[in-house]
């Protein structure tokens, strides 16, 4: 029973520093799993049926296992960007509703095990834009290849820097060696930067692999740690505070939170069920944090989402992304890549228990922290218009509620830029005075900064490490979040690198050898590594609305155009060659048309169910429009003999009973998920 008591930590925020020991024992884990990693990597693997050369530097010699495959896919998908994003979302108003990114993905893999892997490992391809090829054409197999460089590098990369950095930085906020500042986000970003260049530069996917086996499982233990002292410290909280986070339309007390254990307190704070009916007519947005289902009026996951805009990105995600979809073409045959598919499926149900619940209870038990950590990110603005810059501010409406004699004063700023004149009752509510700033910044052409907050939700995480962890505990969590970064960090940057060496390079210099296409490839890496930590700092930035929102908010660009030409291309064999290229050009066309101009007409024509057309719905939309074309195509001007996929022999391509079994028992426990939750 000692352990329990030596490791809660009181609600009371406190800025945490990490003990000597815990520092040591830090760096050697982290220094030990990446040399293990390297060694693995440089390793020959007797096993695989192709050794050596591109093969080995980019898929691991073709001989991952179902366990490598497995743990793998989950380390490389679990890393800050969820611990940060998604925590964050869940901090704010989204609550579980943002897990259906994760049991949503659990049957996407499923699909992805039985239908996407078994006619990409067919054609024995390095990289997803080389079945383009095969099926549409050279053009096509490029316009992916750039368009997915430019997103992969640009945004999922540089996001994990940023949130890796944000986590890490907490730890090391006084802590300088070199003249380096480790606490500033920038130094973070480079060292997380250069640390996984080193990683995949030496040792390529193999050493991507086998770290992942240890990272991936110590993340899912780690992030049970935090949920655990979570819950400890909510049972220790003092009700008279944690009644200040209740949702709306909670009805419970601080009789009833005195009376209660952890569990007790966190469902009385945030089910909501009494404003459940109003929540879904759109009347607010607070309806509960315990509920997957959201009004249509939500910005980010409403229900009209769930039918078709948030497969989309699952589907690309999983099938689709050379990220991912890396290590299933590595696997040592079919079988053994469904089973590890179907193994991290499994593990994806239990994600949300680690992540999201974490999330929703640090905004219970730390609100003054994330109220800080906003003042520190507003405080660049709050100074630029003190200085009389001409420049208007958006403010959010808890910045309204947190701070409203600062927001009456951005609001009278924003008039007197506008040049518009503006009365307010002393009495204003946040709301009233939020939908009045819109209504002004609405009227000006002049230069908008960034959006005000009144909390920092990405900051959910790394507050609720820097208030619980103790030392002797503190070492493992952060190290097996750091590796997580690192490893997911060199994954994507391995994965750039394959798509820029065999998709570009290689067509430009056809007689390249072995060497020197793994040389390019380590060229690559460093490139790239420098682009995404250049832009890694500037996307804490509160106008991006979050890590998690930059992530899928930009793929949306290409993902919907990509799945829908990938779908034809597997299913539709007449298909012209030329859909391949013109599905994802105008999926990207018309998914910004939407974002910054069909989008907001409509919007302000009243000719939508909201004030904005959220990216999810977005994403459906584009869907929709590229699969009609592709159906007018295959109508109007089909081939005239059905287009024929290559079949190699690199693996074998007999397919696992054991994961049609395991798959289906995912699918039900999802369902069963939904039914509780929903």
Request: proline share 4%; charged share 15%.
């Amino acid at each position: 029973m000692y352990l329990p008591f030596t490791l809660l930590a009181a609600t009371e925020s406190g800025s945490q520093t990490m003990s000597s020991l815990d520092i040591v024992l830090f760096l050697v884990a982290v220094i030990g799993v990446i040399a293990f990693g390297i060694r693995q990597g440089n390793k020959e693997n007797s096993d695989a049926p192709q050794s050596g050369g591109a093969s080995s530097y980019f898929l691991a010699g073709r001989g991952l296992t179902w366990w490598l495959v497995g743990f793998s896919l989950i380390a490389a998908n679990i890393s800050t960007e969820q611990f940060v994003g998604m925590s964050g979302k869940a901090a704010d108003w989204l609550g579980m509703a943002i897990a259906s990114y994760e049991w949503m993905a659990a049957v996407t893999l499923v699909v992805t095990a039985f239908v996407f892997l078994p006619k990409l490992l067919r054609c024995g391809i390095y990289t997803i834009p080389e079945f383009l090829e095969y099926r549409y054409g050279v053009l096509s197999r490029s316009v992916m290849a750039v368009s997915t460089l430019v997103i992969l590098v640009g945004v999922p990369t540089a996001s994990v820097i940023y949130s890796g950095a944000k986590v890490v930085s907490v730890f090391f906020h006084d802590i300088s060696l070199l003249g380096l500042d480790f606490g500033s986000i920038t130094v973070g970003c480079w060292v997380i930067g250069i640390c996984a260049a080193v990683y995949v530069f030496v040792g390529g996917l193999k050493a991507c692999a086998w770290t992942d086996l240890i990272w991936g499982a110590a993340l899912i233990v780690g992030g049970a740690v935090v949920m655990f002292l979570a819950f400890g410290a909510m049972k220790n909280a003092n009700p008279d505070e944690l009644i200040l986070t209740k949702v709306e339309n909670s009805t419970a007390t601080v009789a009833d939170l005195k009376d209660a254990g952890a569990y007790e307190r966190f469902m009385l704070l945030n089910d909501g069920k009494d404003g459940e009916a109003e929540a879904m007519a759109g009347e607010n947005l607070s309806g509960g944090k315990l509920h997957m289902k959201r009004p249509i009026t939500d910005p980010e996951i409403p229900w009209t989402a769930l039918m078709l805009g948030l497969w989309i990105p699952n589907f690309f995600y999983w099938g689709l992304n050379q990220y991912i979809v890396q290590r299933t073409l590595g696997s040592k045959s079919l079988a053994e890549g469904q089973k590890g598919i179907v193994f991290a499926a499994a593990l994806k149900l239990i994600i949300p228990f680690i992540v999201v619940i974490p999330g929703v209870l640090c905004f219970n038990l730390y609100r003054n922290d994330l109220a800080a950590e906003a003042i520190k990110k507003n405080s660049v603005a709050i100074e630029a218009i003190t200085a009389g810059t001409q420049t208007v501010y958006p403010f959010a409406e808890d910045f309204a509620k947190t701070s409203p004699e600062q927001a009456r004063m951005v609001h009278a700023h924003n008039a007197r830029v506008a040049g518009v004149t503006t009365e307010l009752p002393a009495d204003v509510s946040a709301a009233a005075l939020s939908e009045a700033n819109r209504t002004i910044l609405a009227s000006t052409k002049a230069a908008v900064g960034s959006k005000l907050i009144g909390y920092d939700y990405d900051a959910a995480f790394p507050i609720l490490l820097r208030n619980l962890m103790k030392p002797g505990i503190t070492w493992f969590v952060l190290a097996a979040i750091f590796g997580a970064v690192v490893s997911s960090l060199a994954s994507m940057l391995n994965s750039a690198a394959t798509i820029a060496t065999m998709d570009i390079y290689q067509k430009m210099n056809k007689g390249a050898s072995e060497t020197q296409l793994v040389n390019a490839g380590k060229a690559f890496t460093v490139l790239f590594v420098l682009i995404a930590c250049v832009i890694a700092p500037f996307l804490g930035n509160p106008a991006f609305g979050g890590i998690f929102t930059v992530i899928q908010e930009f793929q949306g660009f290409i993902s919907p155009g990509i799945l829908a030409v990938f779908l034809f291309g597997f299913l539709a064999p007449r298909t012209p060659r030329y859909f391949g290229w013109v599905g994802i050009l105008v999926n990207i066309v018309l998914y910004g048309s939407i974002k910054w101009w069909i989008g907001p007409m409509l919007c302000a024509q009243g000719l939508w169910f909201s004030n904005e057309i959220s990216f999810l719905d977005r994403m459906s939309l584009c869907f929709l429009t590229v699969i009609l074309i592709g159906i007018v195509l295959n109508f109007a001007n089909p081939l005239k003999t059905p287009a024929i996929l290559p079949v190699s022999d690199v693996v074998a391509l007999e397919s696992s009973k054991t994961a049609k079994i395991v798959g289906a028992g995912v699918i039900v426990a999802m369902l069963v998920m939904y039914v509780i939750f929903w």
